[in-house]
């Protein structure tokens, strides 16, 4: 939140008044203290709340994984009773026909890069692509997932793109829908794709499913509370800070030299300090994923030599991105990993490639995880600073 306000307050300044470039840039850096003083200054006015995400933290990986759970949820009779009602929900919104009959869904997140993924064998593939944090889109990214999805046969009509943003404002841009041969699938999927948000589409969702399931489900109802409340805080939308959003529009006017009676000329303005703060960001996402490209080598390397240290094995390798030892349980044999995805950032352990006798035998051990995962056997998920000791855990659970 606060390296977003800074960003926003150095840009409001910059090509709204009339003054040479270097004067506003140099003003740009004077008001971004001014603003991140008022900021601190008005919220130590706000009152005392709590809510556990705001704690924690939801990175773009934490809001997917949020969205998967409450999708993966069923009614006593085994209905996947929020996921149709999400689908419902948008088709009503957004006036689609698309055909999907949703009976024995598979869905995963951060799997093959893709945050959500819903789909049914020769039915339906839904692509959900997060950019709750506005993330820039990577080269050939929604075209390498709908390849995907053709890889393990689904036809290209079967296949739908969500586009899930923050507030509706950001596209794909151009080049996410091209192959590498230059293949481009944005005028294929005109008729299945959307452009949805958390603050129209995904808040409004939630509130009316929070509405339904008073009385019924204790812990659906809390959990929807949290994560309602937690995307008011994220959209300024909390009764109690009315009064801090005032004090910081009322800044950003001044400094945008907005009137009261050129209301298109405001809006104009605001609209292109929007588009600054785009790019900026869009720049800033590149450069975390080629960082992060930079950074695993280096994870798993670290996790590599504490495994031999730990376990006295000498791990093996999936590609750059995955450690790994193996494991033996009557006769059946599995890998227990560690992965960090170089798209997104989700760091996960877990048991992979077992049978589905060794996930019942995972689960008298009574390790905590993911088990609806289709290409684990159990799933853990954690930061990457984190993620050795939930595997060391895991691995001492299943080898001794």
Not at 126 to 145: C, F, M, S, T, W
Not at 210 to 222: E, Y
Not at 303 to 311: P, Q
Request: proline share 4%; with cysteine; aromatic share 10%.
């Amino acid at each position: 939140m606060k390296v977003i306000l800074i960003l926003f307050a150095m840009l409001v300044n910059i090509s709204i008044c009339d003054k040479p470039k270097t004067a506003r840039i140099m003003e740009s850096i004077d008001f971004s203290n001014q603003f991140m003083q008022l900021y601190e200054k008005e919220k130590a006015k706000l009152p005392y709340h709590i809510n556990l995400l705001d704690i924690v933290g939801a990175s773009e990986p934490k809001h997917s994984r949020i969205l998967l759970q409450l999708f993966r949820y069923t009614s006593p009779d085994g209905e996947y009773t929020l996921l149709k009602s999400f689908f419902r929900h948008i088709a009503e919104k957004h006036k689609t026909q698309w055909d999907i009959d949703i009976e024995s869904p598979v869905i995963s997140a951060e799997r093959e890069n893709i945050d959500l993924w819903v789909r049914e064998t020769l039915k339906y593939s839904v692509i959900i692509e997060n950019k709750i944090h506005n993330a820039g889109d990577q080269p050939n990214q929604l075209a390498r997932y709908i390849e995907k999805s053709l890889y393990v046969k689904f036809d290209l009509e079967q296949i739908y793109v969500i586009y899930l943003t923050r507030d509706g404002s950001k596209q794909p841009s151009e080049n996410t829908w091209l192959t590498e041969d230059e293949h481009d699938y944005s005028d294929e999927f005109s008729e299945r794709y959307l452009n949805i948000s958390y603050r129209h589409d995904i808040l409004p969702w939630l509130e009316n499913e929070l509405v339904k399931c008073a009385d019924k489900d204790v812990f659906l109802q809390q959990v929807l509370g949290q994560y309602i409340d937690h995307l008011y805080g994220l959209f300024n939308l909390r009764k109690s800070e009315k009064s801090m959003n005032e004090a910081l529009q009322n800044i950003i006017r001044k400094n945008l030299c907005m009137k009261d009676d050129t209301p298109r000329e405001n809006l104009a303005a605001l609209q292109r300090k929007r588009e600054d703060l785009n790019l900026i960001i869009n720049q800033i996402s590149l450069m975390e994923i080629e960082e992060r490209q930079k950074s695993i080598p280096l994870y798993i390397q670290k996790w590599a030599e504490h495994i031999k240290v730990d376990f006295q094995q000498v791990p093996e390798f999936y590609g750059y991105n995955t450690v790994y030892i193996k494991g033996e349980k009557n006769g059946e044999t599995f890998e227990i990993q560690i992965t960090m995805e170089p798209g997104n950032g989700a760091t996960y352990c877990g048991v992979s490639n077992g049978a589905p006798e060794i996930t019942k035998w995972l689960k008298t051990l009574d390790i905590q995880g993911e088990y609806d995962d289709p290409d684990m056997n159990v799933l853990i998920y954690s930061d990457p600073e984190t993620i050795y000791n939930r595997f060391k855990e895991l691995a001492i659970k299943i080898l001794y």
